[in-house]
């Protein structure tokens, strides 16, 4: 598979998102558009998979991202955000094959990101993320990863 740069025009990719996902992105994609890049996997003019990579930080950081990612933003990591499957193409490893189609085109780039659902945890450590930090918040938990391409597997 192909990993296609789709630049800053989210429309397409942002319909195959969920609509809470979408209340986020949405409104706020013209400040961050310059800023990040839209990466996706297609099965002929279809999006199947894709995510955003943001040069700096995110849109709409909670204070767990602000207090603790800020020093991967200085460091020059980016962040990987709004990866998504279309549910028609789950159960491919899309997400997985995304991952790494990313890590492969830009092989010395770091990454960060948080997730929201402890589920996820081990998607990202099986894909080569580490978890570096966890939010104290119990009622919104959170959870921090990184990629290094010099640690490989971490």
Do not use: H
């Not at 025009?9 to 310059?34: A, C, E, R």
């Not at 790494?100 to 770091?110: H, M």
Request: hydrophobic share 35%.
């Amino acid at each position: 598979m192909e990993l296609i740069n789709i630049g800053s025009d989210g429309s397409n990719f942002f319909k195959i998102l969920p609509n809470d996902w979408q209340d986020i992105i949405v409104p706020v994609w013209g400040n961050y558009k310059m800023d990040a890049n839209i990466y996706v996997f297609k099965n002929d003019m279809e999006i199947t998979v894709g995510g955003i990579v943001f040069n700096g930080a995110p849109p709409n950081r909670t204070d767990f991202e602000i207090e603790e990612g800020q020093k991967y933003v200085e460091l020059g990591f980016k962040y990987i955000g709004f990866l998504f499957v279309d549910p028609k193409y789950r159960s491919k490893s899309l997400g997985s094959k995304w991952l790494s189609a990313l890590k492969e085109q830009f092989p010395d780039q770091s990454y960060w990101l948080t997730i929201e659902e402890v589920g996820l945890r081990s998607f990202y450590e099986k894909n080569g993320f580490k978890c570096v930090s966890e939010s104290k918040v119990t009622n919104n938990q959170e959870w921090m990863f990184t990629y290094m391409p010099e640690d490989g597997e971490q």
